[in-house]
Structures are given as C-alpha cells and as structure tokens.
C-alpha cells in the first residue's frame, strides 16, 4: 500500500522559513518523479515544485524561484521542500504527490499517488 506522509508545516512570520517533509512508503521510490502541491480555498491545486527520479532535473514556479528549494534522498524514501523568505500569499495546504514519469510542467493529473497535506500560514 503506498503512502505518502507529509510533515513541518506550521505557522511563521512572513519572511521566516520553513522545511517540510514527505516520507514516501513507495516502491521503486528513485523511479518516482516526486511534487509539492498547494492548494488555498477558493483556488486550485498547483505545483510548486517538481523533482525527477534522478534528483538533478526540478521544476519551479515562477513565483517562488529563488526562495523555495526541492531536494530528495532516494537512500530514505524522502523529498523535502526548504521554504524560504515566506509571504502572506504562500498560505496553503501544501501536498506532496508521485507520478510514475517525467513530463514538465507539473499538472494534477500526471500524478498518482498523493498525501493528506500539511498546513503552512505565513502570517504579516
């Protein structure tokens, strides 16, 4: 059964940081092109970042190049997400998602496997 578990979320002032992290119970986890997701009411899913299997090729959003940073450890079945310089607008659920190839730009639906999401508020 897969299962993809995220963790450090939290509540931060704006301009603070914050480190999240997903913990995939995934088979063939190096295989994975693994994103982070957030989605705030009202708005839709989007990604924010993407990361293929190999750990090298990622993908940003504009808005948050420069202050957000994908990595992964393929040896532990975990992809973080360093948030950094964080504003008010950053406010959402953030999820963290599996899909079985590489394709940029991210989109909901190349991805299969999600978690519940964790809560990120960056406050003024």
């Known amino acids: 059964q897969v299962n993809l578990k995220e963790s450090g979320g939290g509540l931060v002032q704006a301009g603070g940081s914050l480190r999240l992290s997903c913990e995939a119970s995934?088979?063939?986890?190096?295989?994975?092109?693994m994103g982070w997701f957030r989605q705030s009411p009202g708005k839709e899913r989007e990604c924010v970042a993407a990361i293929r299997g190999n750990g090298v090729d990622t993908y940003y959003a504009d808005y948050v190049l420069g202050r957000f940073t994908i990595s992964r450890d393929n040896a532990k079945n975990m992809v973080y997400l360093q948030m950094n310089n964080l504003k008010p607008e950053d406010t959402a659920v953030y999820y963290c998602?599996?899909?079985?190839?590489?394709?940029?730009?991210?989109?909901?639906?190349?991805?299969?496997?999600w978690g519940q999401g964790t809560q990120v508020t960056a406050s003024l």
């Open positions: 995934l088979r063939a986890f190096s295989q994975y092109t």
């Open positions: 998602a599996a899909a079985p190839y590489w394709d940029p730009p991210p989109s909901v639906n190349k991805y299969v496997y």
